[in-house]
Structures are given as structure tokens and as C-alpha cells.
């Protein structure tokens, strides 16, 4: 699940180049308003205690009964109560039985019924360990709902934030300390109805049988002696907490570091820094061992100190046990119970520490989901929004300006129409914000002034999934997920048939290519797509998108790293299969201008050409001709493009543009 989740958010790329992601129908079992009480409670007022409070309203709805949604999750906790209510009644019943065994035992004329009683201990024993067994049972089968419904909802979280969240931090960062806590809230659940819960309970009857069997004396002392035995627990817990802190802070730099220097396997390699990352790691391993050694001696004092307060309150209250049946006021029966049962419930408490460390720091790791869970995607659906009608797929940028940051204006007073059912190609250079005018169109982020339109539609007003259906991206480097070949060529197209995605990869040259691996279209492309080349990977994502049934492409830099056969296969290829659809290619290879059907040159200082390749490169004094020139000379394909722009500059065009109107006005400005 936790892999599925980080190939997913790895997959989520610059922009979700497939609509599809939707499609993963969840359907979350928690009540909602769980999470909305959450969210309305401020952690940084009391950091953490309603972090702990939090935790408890995420978990409530497995251990309270009848506050889950689900009848059958409900049911399930009834009968975890039920079997604790059993359980429980065996577990005191044994002492008891004890105690009239002793007794007897210690009586002449009752010593021969006393080993009912002692069968009695046994029988109650043995049924204590079955229910018990069965409780462990039905606890897991809850805590495993739990974990699945809450990674579920932080799956489907993750899924609606922005760009900005996902790439903003490291995502294997964000992949940590998801994983870890919902592990933590997983392990605190169990803690909460494996242990607190009986605990509590083990407390209250406990005191109850003392009052009953020993007296008020023993009762009082029982209580001071656990009082003071949960004090002293919480108080060193507290106080070790800096110190388990800095544990995991070490604990996550060691696994992020790990992470990242495998990730980057080729840098190390290429710039010889094995040393130089063993290092690292080294040290941050070293601080890890330091604090965990430190935190492990708090521990020993921490332990020593417990088993201190209770064995003070154990022996006094031994002490006026032995005075009392020196009186003849207590039986030795008596004795044996009060032992018994400050011995039962002195079981977990020594595990108390333990689950309130646990708790304290699971608390910290939590905070970190909670954080994510806090964030809420910038780019929401309007309240009004209403679906997209497709009609050809115009685009306009209307007066719009756009910067990352308040700070940095990378747009400014941009009004360009890329005109429907067009091949149009977008030039400008480097860095001028032709990918973000893509992050726009897709509306991963909103501009700060203008509009953009689709078929004369503003995107804010339209429901997202709607438009973004319609559109298709090639993003400059392309991804794969870690799945079979097929599977990645028919992500988002699954009503696609096999001959289908034949055809296209006939077309891309890549149908041989598949052919020759062991398993066809069966292969696994290795993670993030490794088992295939640069150009092969982009080829990949470009037949991926010609199967999608969206209407709008956009190709970011669609052939950087093909051969100029390839290329030439992938223009004609997209040429083929594009059936009328808009696409927007960005490209600073001026010669695959020859193949679209109109040029947008746009520069930083807001100057724009548009027309066709042929034709702007004519006009001599047009901008786009001069890049055109210095491209022609520069470029090492220039022999190439020589020769070709013969043919691209006056026949490609002209044949490309059959069934497009001859009148396609150039626009200068
Ligand atoms: N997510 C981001 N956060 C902040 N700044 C960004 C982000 N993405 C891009 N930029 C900045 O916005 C500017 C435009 O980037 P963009 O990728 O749109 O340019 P481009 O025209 O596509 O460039 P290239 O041709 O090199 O791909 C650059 O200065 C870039 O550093």
C-alpha cells in the first residue's frame, strides 16, 4: 500500500498529464465530520495535547462502539467488549478462587474441598487466556480497517494538493512521514483498546476487590502506591521527550539521507562522493547511536524508579496484611488475593512507561500528518462550477499575468489564442514560462490577473476533472510508473484495444522494440522507466497521450532527446493520429516548426510573432527569422535542416495544411 503510494506521488510529476487519477474510486468508510472536527482543532495552542486529542478523534470511531458508519465495524468492537467483559471475569474470578483454596487448605475441616477451588484457579485461568485470545483477534482485524481507511483518506488528501505542496518540499520526505504516521496512529489504536482501555479497567476492579476483600487500609494504599507509581511514569516520560525527539530527528535523517544518495546512484558514482555520502551518513548514524544510547539510560532510571514506588507500596501493604491475620482481623486467603491482585495489575503497569512513551512519541511523528492533512488545495472547484462543453478546443490567454511567488512575475499581460483543432507550435526562450502557460491551461495554478478560456469557457468557472479530461500532457521529462509497458500505454485509455496501441507504436517506431523483450508488452519499465533510453521513454508518454481521447495535447519539448529519424517518425506519427485535436507543442527545435500548422514566438519583453514557419522565416525582418537563421548555422543538425527546410518550408506546411483554411491569417505584433 505504502509502495503504491509513493509510485503514485512520484508519478504525479510536474503536472498530472492524465485527468484519470480520479478514477480511483474511493470509498472512505469514516464518518467525515471526524475529519472536520479535526481540522477545526488549533494544534499550536496546546501543541501537544491536541495533538493527542486529535489522535483520539481520529481513532474514536474504533474503539467507540456505534460511532463508525460501518454496521459490521461497529459490531466488531461490540464483541471486542464483549470478550473483554469475559476475559476480565476470568481473570478475577482466579484470584478469588485462590484465596478460598488457601483458605481451606489452611482448615481442617473444609481441606478437602479445597482442590475445587484449585481446579477453579486453573479452569479461570484458561478461560481468561481464551477470551483473551480472541479479543487480540478482533482488535487486529479493527486496527487493520483503521489503517486502511486512514491511509486511504491521506492517499486521496495528497491527491487533491497542489503542485506547490508536492514540489516544494522533498516528496520522499513527505513519503516518510506519511508512512511513519500512520504507522504511529495504527500502533496508538492498538494501544488504546489493547492496553488503556483493560488498564483502566484492571485499575477499577482491583480497587474494588481490595475495598471488599482487604479493607479500606490496603484499598488506600493501593491507590497511593499507583498514583505515585503513574506520576513518577509521566513525569520522567515527559522530561525524556526532548531527548526522544532528537532520536527520531536522527532516525528520519538517516532514512531520507539513505534514500536520497540511492536515488542519486548515478551522481555519486559520476562524481566519485562514495566517501564523501559514507560520511555523512556515518555521522548522522553516529548522533542517532549517541541519543539512542542516552535515551536508553533515562529508561533504566526511569524503570529502577517505578519498580521502586511499588515495591515500597507492595511491602506495606504486606506488612499490615501479616499484622492482620496475626490478629485474626485477615485469613491468609486474604493475603494471597491482595498479592494476586496488586501482582495482575502490576503487569501493565510496568508497561505503562512503555505505551505512554509510545504515545508521546508516535505524537510527534503524527504532528507531521496532521500538518498534511491541515494543508488545503489552493485550486478548488467553484461552488458554481459547471462542466466543460467541448467545442474544437480554442484556447486564449486573456491579459494574464502569473508569478510562482508574489515576488517574481514570470507572465505578464499575456493574450495569445491558440487557435482549435490547430498544431500549433510555441517558441520563446528558456526560462520565458512556456511550461507554466501548460501548468495554467491544466490549472494547476490560477492566474493572479486574466482569464483563460477554453472554448470561450473560463476554466475557474468549469469543474476541473471536466476540462482537465479533455487535455493531454507530454511533459519534458516524461514518467513512467513502475509497471508493465502496456499498462503505462494504456493509463488513462483502458477502453483502448490491443490493435489500437499496435497501430500507435507501429507509428512511433516502437512496436519492435517492445517485440524484442522477453515479455512484449508484458515488460516491466523498472522504476521510473529505467529499463528504456531518454528517447524511448519520451516516445513512451507521446503514444500514451495519441491513445487518450483527449482533444487538447501539449507537448512540452516532445522529441529533446530522439535522433532525427526518430523525430521525423514522431511528427508524422502525431501528424496521423491527431484527428483534429488542438495540440501545443513547446519545442526549441525550430526545424519541427516545418510540421505544425502556425508558429507563436513570444519573447520576454511581451513581443509576439504568429504565423506560419514558412512564412515568418521569409520576412526577413521578423524575429523568428533571425532565431531561425542563428538556428540553421548553429545547429549541429543544420545540415539536416538545410536540406529539409527546403522541403519543410515550402511543401511540408502546404501538404500539413490540407483541410485547414488557406487563409490562415498571420498575425504580427
Ligand atoms: N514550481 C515553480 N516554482 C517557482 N518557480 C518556478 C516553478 N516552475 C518554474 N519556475 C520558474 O518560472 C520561470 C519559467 O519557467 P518555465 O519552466 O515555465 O520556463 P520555460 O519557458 O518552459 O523554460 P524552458 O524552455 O527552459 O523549459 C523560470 O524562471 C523558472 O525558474
Redesign the pocket.
Known amino acids: 500500500m505504502i509502495r503504491q503510494g509513493q509510485k503514485t506521488l512520484n508519478n504525479i510529476a510536474k503536472f498530472r498529464s492524465f485527468s484519470q487519477l480520479p478514477l480511483y474510486n474511493f470509498n472512505v468508510q469514516s464518518k467525515k465530520e471526524d475529519l472536520s472536527l479535526l481540522e477545526k482543532m488549533d494544534p499550536k495552542k496546546n501543541k501537544d495535547l491536541a495533538t493527542k486529542l486529535r489522535i483520539l478523534q481520529y481513532i474514536k470511531p474504533y474503539i467507540i462502539p456505534f460511532y463508525h458508519q460501518d454496521k459490521e465495524i461497529n459490531k466488531t468492537i461490540l464483541k471486542s467488549y464483549g470478550y473483554m467483559f469475559l476475559s476480565k471475569s476470568f481473570f478475577y474470578a482466579g484470584p478469588i478462587s485462590l484465596k478460598y483454596a488457601i483458605n481451606y487448605l489452611a482448615s481442617a475441616s473444609l481441606i478437602s474441598q479445597a482442590p475445587i477451588f484449585i481446579i477453579g484457579y486453573g479452569l479461570c485461568y484458561s478461560a481468561y487466556v481464551f477470551f483473551e485470545g480472541q479479543r487480540n483477534k478482533i482488535l487486529a482485524h479493527i486496527s487493520q480497517n483503521a489503517l486502511r481507511e486512514i491511509s486511504q483518506q491521506t492517499y486521496e488528501h495528497l491527491l487533491k494538493l497542489d ?1 506547490s505542496f508536492h ?1 516544494g518540499d522533498s516528496q520522499r520526505q513527505t513519503i516518510f512521514d506519511i508512512t511513519k504516521a500512520q504507522k504511529a496512529i495504527e500502533s496508538n489504536l492498538k494501544s488504546v483498546s489493547s492496553f488503556f482501555i483493560p488498564f483502566i479497567s484492571d485499575v477499577v476492579l482491583s480497587s474494588v476487590f481490595l475495598l471488599y476483600h482487604c479493607g479500606p487500609f490496603v484499598f488506600l494504599s493501593f491507590l497511593m502506591t499507583y498514583g505515585g507509581y503513574i506520576w513518577f511514569t509521566f513525569d520522567l516520560t515527559n522530561s525524556r521527550r526532548k531527548g526522544m525527539g532528537l532520536q527520531k530527528k536522527y532516525e528520519r535523517q538517516a532514512d531520507f539521507t539513505l534514500s536520497e544518495t540511492l536515488s542519486n546512484y548515478y551522481n555519486v558514482k559520476y562524481y566519485s562522493a562514495e566517501k564523501f555520502e559514507i560520511n555523512r551518513y556515518t555521522s548522522i548514524l553516529e548522533n542517532y547511536k549517541n541519543q539512542t544510547i542516552e535515551n536508553q539510560r533515562t529508561l533504566a532510571q526511569l524503570n529502577s524508579g517505578q519498580r521502586f514506588v511499588f515495591s515500597i507500596g507492595l511491602t506495606a501493604n504486606m506488612i499490615y496484611g501479616a499484622y492482620k491475620v496475626q490478629k485474626g482481623l485477615m485469613t491468609a486467603g486474604d493475603i494471597v488475593l491482595m498479592q494476586s491482585l496488586m501482582m495482575q495489575v502490576l503487569q501493565p503497569l510496568f508497561f505503562l512507561g512503555v505505551q505512554w512513551r509510545e504515545w508521546t512519541n508516535s505524537a510527534l511523528d503524527i504532528q507531521r500528518l496532521f500538518k498534511i492533512m491541515d494543508t488545503k488545495p489552493k485550486i478548488q472547484n467553484s461552488p458554481n462550477a459547471v462542466d466543460f462543453v467541448y467545442n474544437g478546443g480554442e484556447i486564449e490567454f486573456q491579459n494574464i499575468k502569473f508569478g ?2 508574489n515576488d517574481k512575475v ?1 507572465i505578464e499581460n499575456m493574450n495569445v489564442t491558440f487557435g482549435k483543432g490547430k498544431w500549433i507550435s510555441l517558441v ?1 526562450e ?7 502557460m501548460f501548468n495554467l491551461i491544466f490549472r494547476l495554478y490560477d492566474p493572479q490577473q486574466g482569464s483563460i478560456l477554453i472554448d470561450g469557457q473560463d476554466i475557474k468557472n468549469l469543474k476541473m476533472e471536466s476540462f482537465r479530461q479533455q487535455i493531454c500532457v507530454v511533459s ?1 521529462n516524461p514518467y513512467l510508473f513502475n509497471d508493465t509497458v502496456m499498462s503505462n500505454l494504456l493509463y488513462g485509455s483502458k477502453n483502448k484495444k490491443q490493435e489500437d496501441v499496435i497501430e500507435v507504436c507501429k507509428k512511433l517506431n516502437l512496436h519492435d522494440l517492445f517485440m524484442s523483450l522477453p515479455q512484449g508488452y508484458q515488460t516491466l519499465v523498472g522504476e521510473q522507466g529505467n529499463k528504456f533510453s531518454g528517447g524511448e521513454k519520451q516516445r513512451i508518454s507521446i503514444a500514451r497521450c495519441l491513445l487518450n481521447d483527449a482533444q487538447i495535447i501539449l507537448l512540452d519539448e516532445p522529441t529533446s532527446s530522439l535522433d532525427s529519424l526518430n523525430e521525423d517518425r514522431v511528427m508524422k506519427a502525431i501528424e496521423s493520429l491527431r484527428n483534429d485535436k488542438t495540440i501545443i507543442m ?1 519545442t ?1 527545435r525550430l526545424h519541427l516548426n516545418s510540421y505544425t500548422n502556425e508558429v507563436i514566438y513570444l519573447t520576454k519583453d511581451g513581443y509576439k510573432e504568429q504565423g506560419k514557419h514558412s512564412h515568418l522565416i521569409q520576412e526577413k525582418n521578423t524575429r523568428y527569422s533571425k532565431l531561425w537563421e542563428n538556428f540553421v548555422v548553429l545547429d549541429h543538425t543544420s545540415n539536416v535542416k538545410v536540406e529539409q527546410s527546403e522541403d519543410d518550408l515550402n511543401q511540408k506546411p502546404q501538404k500539413k495544411q490540407n483541410g485547414q483554411k488557406e487563409d490562415d491569417e498571420e498575425k504580427m505584433e
Do not use: A, M, V
Not at 430 to 436: C, F, I, Q, V, Y
Open positions: 503542485p514540489f510562482y511567488s514570470i520563446g528558456s526560462g520565458l514560462g512556456k511550461t507554466t519534458q513547446i526549441h
